[in-house]
Antibody, heavy 120, light 107 residues
Framework: QLQLQESGPGLVKPSETLSLTCTVS??????????WGWIRQPPGKGLEWIGS???????YYNPSLKSRVTISVDTSKNQFSLKLSSVTAADTAVYYC????????????WGQGTMVTVSS | VIWMTQSPSLLSASTGDRVIISCRMS??????LAWYQQKPGKAPELLIY???TLQSGVPSRFSGSGSGTDFTLTISCLQSEDFATYYC?????????FGGGTKVEIK
């Protein structure tokens, strides 16, 4: 059974870079049938898609975040990662990684989510 | 960017009620629409994709319909475990976008 698990610091200082990793277990990240995505949810608010990556490395970003976001994949470790630079308090959120199918992506499997707080 | 208007934002209902949630797109998306259920402190769970296809393991009281710009999620007989927040999501084109959510609360 495929599982996703986010990992990374829970506290990031303003202006620094948020870095998270999603580890995929129980299946291969290199499947041509799926995309891999990051979605976030500020406290008490709705869902926002951050970006997605294909195993080949093709990336798709939310234009509202594109200048600050980098998503990469490491097929040897079965992981994909998120970097968000120049963070502010507005980036405080629960960050989810998820598997996208039915291209380019309804998300059928989600990680449990990780809370990231931006504060000095 | 495809904008989504989900309504209502809050719905008060009783167990056994039939509940309908709507999602309207700013432009046509064929049937590239998904519905999710989210409970407090948990990740969203996929209920329906391709507008009307029930995800494996999801109870048949959930159904989806629509195409183009107007979509609905129906819960035919609300159960206690269905009190949650529901989101629609379009995946016709990037950027992927979500509706604002509908919280279904106990009346």
């Amino acid at each position: 059974q495929l599982q996703l698990q986010e990992s990374g610091p829970g506290l990031v200082k303003p202006s620094e870079t948020l870095s998270l990793t999603c580890t995929v277990s129980g299946g291969s990240i290199s499947s041509s049938s799926y995309y891999w995505g990051w979605i976030r949810q500020p406290p008490g608010k709705g869902l926002e898609w951050i970006g997605s990556i294909y195993y080949s490395g093709s990336t798709y970003y939310n234009p509202s975040l594109k200048s600050r976001v980098t998503i990469s994949v490491d097929t040897s470790k079965n992981q994909f990662s998120l970097k968000l630079s120049s963070v502010t308090a507005a980036d405080t959120a629960v960050y989810y990684c998820a598997r996208g199918f039915d291209q380019p992506g309804a998300f059928d499997i989600w990680g449990q989510g990780t809370m990231v707080t931006v504060s000095s | 960017v495809i904008w989504m208007t989900q309504s209502p934002s809050l719905l008060s209902a009783s167990t056994g009620d039939r509940v309908i949630i709507s999602c309207r797109m700013s432009q046509g998306i064929s049937s590239y629409l998904a519905w999710y259920q989210q409970k407090p402190g948990k990740a969203p769970e996929l209920l329906i994709y391709a507008a009307s296809t029930l995800q494996s393991g999801v109870p048949s009281r959930f159904s989806g319909s629509g195409s183009g710009t107007d979509f609905t999620l129906t819960i035919s007989c609300l159960q206690s475990e269905d009190f949650a927040t529901y989101y629609c999501q379009q995946y016709y084109s990037f950027p992927l976008t979500f509706g604002g959510g509908t919280k279904v609360e106990i009346k």
